[in-house]
């Protein structure tokens, strides 16, 4: 089955700098990958996602990487705000109906 | 449209009990997964069902179960509670589930707590 690894666990940034969160997968059957946002709570909640016929979507502030070859994909937040402190999820999904997550990483805006 | 509702929000069992879960879709999804979060395991998918069928089932016992009834509203049943249990328990809706890989909406949980 597919395993998710995700770093850092902790992410601690200055307001307006940039951030980065780094996640690989292991089945190459993996074809689609989702960044979820948790506040606490709260239900995970859909940032953005990725499918593996693309190497980079953007929506505004944040960005998602892929590469395939390597088997990880990044989620880019520039211009953070004291708002986007939260814990973020990768995910990756094969088509076989299954979902597996990354451990979470904890970012903290500081203002 | 209202999102995806759970109840209760908070639960408190002692060990050996049975509890119930409760999870409403937004109107229109057909499909609802539940997933256990905790500290040290993360998010981990528990199973989906889709149209009143279970299609598929994370590596979870079988005192994890699940039904979902004819309007898509669906509950989770562990029974033979462990303190292990301990978790907070999330359901997602979304249009045609895992399998096309739509967006899912989460719900805010339900805390269970096992002593």
Redesign the interface.
């Given at each position: 089955g597919e395993n998710v690894e995700q770093h850092p666990s902790t992410l601690s940034v200055q307001e307006g700098d940039s951030a980065v969160i780094k996640c690989t997968y292991s089945d190459s059957a993996s074809n689609y990958f989702p960044w979820y946002k948790q506040e606490l709570g709260k239900g995970p909640q859909l940032i953005i996602d990725i499918r593996s016929n693309v190497g980079e979507k953007k929506d505004q502030r944040i960005a998602v990487t892929l590469n395939k070859t390597a088997k990880h994909f990044s989620l880019h937040i520039t211009e953070t705000q004291p708002e986007d402190s939260a814990v973020y999820f990768c995910a990756a999904s094969p088509e076989y109906n299954d979902m597996r997550f990354g451990a979470g990483t904890r970012l903290t805006v500081k203002p | 449209k209202a999102g995806?509702t759970q109840t209760p929000r908070y639960l408190i069992k002692t060990r050996g009990q049975q509890v119930t879960l409760s999870c409403s879709p937004i109107s229109g999804h057909r499909s609802v997964?539940w997933y256990q979060q905790t500290p040290g395991q993360?998010?981990?998918?528990l199973f989906?069902y889709f149209s009143e069928t279970q299609?598929?089932k994370?590596?979870f016992p079988g005192r994890f179960s699940g039904r979902q009834f004819s309007n898509s509203r669906s509950e989770m049943n562990v029974s033979t509670l462990e303190l292990g249990d301990s978790a907070l328990y999330?359901c997602?809706s979304s249009l045609g589930?895992?399998?096309r890989?739509e967006?899912?909406?989460?719900?805010?949980?339900t805390r269970l707590l096992v002593l």
């Open positions: - | 995806v997964s993360g998010l981990q998918f989906e299609r598929n994370g590596n999330l997602a589930g895992l399998a890989q967006t899912q909406y989460f719900g805010p949980g």
